[in-house]
């Protein structure tokens, strides 16, 4: 077992880096998703979905 770890260290860490990237990164989206902050960045006013984002 150990020597399997030693062989794939490498991946092992690369895997573990990206895991926690893509962890902050949802982590982020789902707190401003709470806040009610648009992930687009863009006009409302000459958006088709406008509706769905900011329901009156």
């Given at each position: 077992m150990i020597?399997?770890?030693?062989?794939?260290a490498g991946t092992i860490i690369v895997s573990v880096i990206l895991i926690?990237?893509?962890s902050v990164a949802i982590a982020g989206m789902v707190r401003n998703k709470k806040k009610g902050k648009s992930s687009c960045?863009?006009?409302c006013g000459s958006c088709p979905n406008s509706g769905m984002c900011h329901k009156k």
């Open positions: 020597e399997f770890l030693f062989d794939n926690a990237l893509i960045g863009c006009s």
